[in-house]
């Protein structure tokens, strides 16, 4: 059972920034994907970003060219980087990892983006 924990979510100005980590309990280089999706109230989760076991990323359109995916092999740690961020941001963000058709949530991280 792989372990997520999501950290870095609050309140932020529009325009500001802010930086998501997942610490996972297992090696992140055994997972075949990690990403973040986030719920809006009263909406369905959505995904915002993905990584591939070799690298590839992919970003949903409403955070291209704003967030930015990356991983700490090291520290066994995923990343979400958002700039720019509006008030549509607003939600919580999960991390997932998928392994060999497992997949696995974190918590959450609560996002507000607000002035």
């Known amino acids: 059972q792989v372990q997520l924990v999501e950290s870095g979510g609050g309140l932020v100005q529009p325009g500001g920034s802010l930086r998501l980590s997942c610490a996972a309990s297992e090696a992140i280089f055994s997972m075949n994907t990690m990403g973040w999706y986030r719920q809006a109230p009263g909406k369905q989760r959505e995904p915002v970003a993905q990584i591939t076991t070799g690298g590839t990323r992919n970003y949903a359109d409403s955070g291209k060219g704003r967030f930015t995916i990356s991983r700490d092999m090291t520290k066994d740690t995923l990343y979400l980087q958002m700039n720019s961020l509006e008030p549509d941001d607003t939600a919580v963000y999960f991390c997932?990892?998928?392994?060999?058709?497992?997949?696995?949530w974190g918590q959450g991280t609560q996002v507000t983006v607000s002035s």
């Open positions: 997932y990892a998928n392994r060999l058709g497992v997949h696995y």
